[in-house]
């Protein structure tokens, strides 16, 4: 098959082809946490299955660093790549990914320090659990997120580099690594979990294993002679290129820690009104939303590198091309995911929990209220990530930070007032809403500047 380049005139068909890659791996991304979901909620307990939904947002947050440096990263690189400065763009490169190795060190350290107290934070919203009964979802929090922690270097690189593989044009290679790890995930969790019986550490030792996997092995890659654009090579640490980067990038971090903080304030309203089984349905729901976001997150790592080229390139009229024609793309993904979403709400909760049971029809139905959600929120992650792409780091934090933060945490504790339960699923709906009224004026606002309209 034909290779495509950064540089290529992109029609709908190659643009697809390009980006497919980085949707499929942001998919197989997903199962990391949705197969660990699933082995525990199917053959261990509900308070293991609560216990990894309470801690993982606090994993989330201290991974994100790592995309934070890939997506603001890959701006930079790319557009150097189109001013023709490829020795530079590897420098640049380097440093990121050595960076991230040594910063991922750090924050596991201090994830260590504060896990018990922030999961004894997180478990004390709930009432209706016995003394012993939250001791023990503290203390399957702590076990879980130990393991994964330990891993955290390695999954922080792991999403550096899935920005770069198709930076580099090896977004082909990026996806067989992220499916062979996922596909490593689920044998071990079988393994560990079913036929070891290890319960919630043989799903933790599965995922951190994978993790490592995929960490390591584009990191031997790039460290040899290669025929992508890309190679690790000696560099030094430039503290005003790596502040830019983590300016331009800021918006991604953001947006996975609020999405972090945002699942807290979740859990903590559903406490309130569903109790355990609440925090059990709104974990599955976010299981099955991370594979339809994912379409959308893995289509603007895919184009963003598009973007970046050209924009250095100079070529508005490519960037026209591209963003016309991704937004028509963006649109067509959503409302056939949305549709999807809602008439199998059923069989899809079902992966999770037996058919017919309360916890089943609870998410169900809640899940087919999230799922309006979806026609909305591919436009708003492009949209911020276009900006990022374009090296304007401040629009793309503005729209991050007010579409998965204050849009919705102020759904979320004041829609529940009016709807009761319905109001915790309609919140992502309602602040999607808004978000895109804010998307809708900044590239409206900017396309002169930019000339991609």
Known sequence: MERIHLSDHFHYRKLLRFVAPSIVMMVFISIYSIVDGFFVSNFVGDIQFSALNLIYPLISIFAAVGFMLGTGGTAVVSKKLGEGQKEEANRIFSMLVYATLIIGVLLT??????????????????????????????????????????????FMIQNTFQ???????????????????GLGNILFDALFVVVFDLGLVGAAYATAINQCVGG??????????????????????????????????????????????????????????LGIDGVSAYGIMMYLG??????????????????????GANNKRELKNVFKKSVMLICAFAVLMTAGSILFSGPLSGIFVRKGTSLWSTTSKGFKIYALSF????????????????????????????????????????????????????????????????????????????GYL
């Open 109 to 154: 350290v201090i994830g260590l320090i504060i896990l018990r107290p922030v999961a004894e934070w997180f478990a004390s919203a709930e009432k209706k659990l016995t003394a012993q009964e939250r001791k023990e979802l503290v203390d399957y929090c702590v076990t879980y997120g130990r393991i994964l922690l330990i891993s955290l270097p390695m």
């Open 290 to 311: 991370f594979i339809f976001i994912a379409v959308f997150l893995g289509y603007s790592l895919g184009s963003a590198p598009i973007i970046g080229y050209h924009y």
């Open 216 to 273: 390591l092995i584009p990191f031997f890659y790039f460290a040899r002679k290669n025929d992508s654009l890309l190679r690790l090579c000696k560099t030094n640490f430039r503290g005003k290129i790596f502040g830019e980067i983590c300016t331009n990038g800021l918006s991604e971090l953001i947006s996975n820690i609020s999405l972090s903080v945002i699942s807290i304030l979740y859990n903590a309203q559903l406490m309130k009104y």
């Open 163 to 181: 920005s770069f593989f198709v930076t580099a044009e090896k977004a082909r290679l990026g996806l067989y690594v992220t499916i062979g790890a």
């Open 375 to 450: 026609l909305i929120c591919g436009l708003n992650i492009f949209a911020s990530s276009f900006f990022t792409a374009l090296s304007n780091g401040a629009l793309s934090f503005i729209l991050s930070l007010f579409r998965t933060f204050i849009c919705q945490a102020v759904a979320v504790m004041l829609l529940p007032i009016i709807w009761g339960v319905n109001g915790i699923w309609a919140a992502s709906v309602v602040a999607e809403i808004i978000s895109l009224a804010l998307s809708t004026f900044l590239i409206f606002k900017n396309k002169k500047r930019y």
